[in-house]
């Protein structure tokens, strides 16, 4: 048989952290297994859902890699398909209508509130006959759960689980608007779409047990569960925004890759033993959900950066600056120099060394895009005191004709000027990155010169000489 999974959210926000993973397992599990990988939107809830949500969602799947092998399914579409399924269960018996009020239902909750138990519907319209119907009241329409027995999930992470079906009550299929409820919904859908390994958060495993009395009802074969422990912050409570708990699309924004964030989504949960570095290809190569421990992962904010710093040293220059000339753009009101792209390039090597973020690289780098004259930042002006013009002077007067234009070649003119004015390398080489950078930290500063080249180069360390900035 051939594995499909699914992830199901509902576009009522942006795709968040905690919902990417289940994704990713989703899809690994899938491609892993060379089967499929669905997305079906769950938006039934009218008033909710929104296309912007949708928007983000996908854009989110898009920019972690995990595209679905089909087009998206909308569960509000459908809906005909649910009602029909409610339909057929009322024709045989194996659903009723419900004519419960309002108040009798507050009546039941109230009941089961001072008693210490949760609301059930006590089944008072279960066996009644339909001449016994109030008048203009619109029922809702309920499965008729089983009463007696034990239903046991054989689930694959959370090994088997039990409940007696005593514990069930008869729960709304139909509104009294005749909209399906999403725990008719959810099963027909994934019954359609043929989906046969339902991987989905813990907090789903009490409808589980509701979804399987529909499945049975209907005669349909149960897909395989695998319920994931849900994500908890470093201090072990519930992830929430102030753990980091952010929609996909903020973590681009702050300037993680996609990699990165996928390779530190895949290690919460589920390992390889101390592999920390896993590639696509690995992890597609490892990864079984049956290895998904039952215990909840915590996310790290500090562990995630480190991992996407990994890979910010790993990739591309030319991405890398693809990537970054937008920030650096946004930073200088898109004010970039002509020479900005190859300038990023070039000096990549050294940026990508010192960034752990996009952002990061995007800072340390717009001295390579802005104009001139740079505006000189106060540590940096106090490397421009003293006798520091005067040698920026001379210095400059040589790099106006050494015949090699190479950081090793700059460098060692550095050091013959610096011993033959009796001072240290430093002496001459931070005066230069505060010219050169506006700033007193920097890749290194031989390397910079090299990509500016020697007209940039000069015409800097001149308008620092002259106090322009």
């Known amino acids: 048989m051939t594995v499909v999974t699914r992830f199901a959210p509902s576009p009522t926000g942006f795709l968040h952290i905690g919902g990417a993973r289940t994704a990713l397992f989703n899809w690994l599990y899938a491609t892993h297994s060379g089967g499929k990988f669905l997305l079906r939107i769950e938006d039934t809830d009218r008033a909710r859902s929104t296309d912007e949500a949708t928007k983000a969602i996908i854009h989110g799947l898009h920019w972690l890699g995990l595209d679905p092998d089909e087009e998206p399914v ?208 690995q992890a597609i190569e490892w990864f079984d959900i049956a290895d998904v421990g039952k215990a909840p992962a915590r996310f790290d904010m500090d562990k995630l950066t480190s991992i996407n ?19 650096i753009a946004d930073i200088l009101d898109g004010k970039l120099v002509p020479e900005a792209a190859d300038r990023l390039i070039k000096g990549m090597p050294g940026l990508k060394e010192r960034a752990k973020t996009l952002v990061e690289l995007a800072e340390n780098a717009v001295f390579y895009c802005k104009a001139r004259p740079l505006v000189i930042n106060e540590k940096a002006q106090k490397l421009l005191i003293g006798d520091a013009p005067d040698k920026l002077a001379k210095f400059s007067a040589i790099l106006a004709v050494t015949p090699d234009w190479s950081a090793p070649s700059l460098e060692e003119q550095a050091r013959v000027f610096a011993e033959e004015n009796g001072s240290k390398l430093g002496a001459i080489a931070q005066p230069l990155r505060a010219a050169l950078t506006g700033s007193n930290s920097s890749p290194g500063i031989f390397e910079i010169m090299e990509v500016l080249g020697r007209d940039e180069t000069l015409d800097r360390i001149d308008d620092a000489i002259s106090g322009v900035n």
């Open 74 to 281: 909308s569960q509000f579409s459908r809906q005909q398909n649910h009602v029909d399924v409610a339909n057929q269960l009322l024709a045989e018996g194996k659903a009723y209508n419900c004519y419960s009020s309002p108040e009798e239902l507050e009546q039941m909750r109230e009941k089961a509130k001072s008693e210490g138990k949760p609301m059930r519907y006590d089944g008072r319209w279960r066996d009644r006959d339909a001449s016994e119907a109030p008048a203009g009241v619109n029922p809702v329409v309920r499965i008729k759960s089983e009463q007696t027995g034990t239903t046991v999930l054989h689930d694959i992470i959370q090994g088997d689980v039990s409940v007696e079906n005593a514990e069930l009550d008869d729960f709304v299929l139909l509104r009294a608007d005749g909209t399906p409820t999403y725990m008719l919904a959810v099963v027909v859908d994934d019954h359609d779409m043929g989906i046969t390994d339902v991987i989905r958060g813990d907090d789903h495993l009490t409808n589980t047990f509701r979804q399987i009395q529909v499945y049975k009802a209907m005669g349909w074969e149960l897909p395989k569960f695998a319920h994931m422990p849900l994500l908890h912050g470093a201090d072990g409570k519930k992830l929430s925004k102030r753990h980091g708990a952010l929609g996909v699309e903020a973590y681009e924004e702050m300037g993680f890759l996609p990699e990165a964030m996928c390779n530190y989504l895949l290690r919460l949960g589920w390992g390889h033993g101390d592999d920390e570095i896993i590639s696509r290809m």
């Open 309 to 327: 710093a990994h890979y910010m040293r790993a990739a591309h220059d030319m991405r890398l600056a693809k990537l970054a000339l937008p920030k």
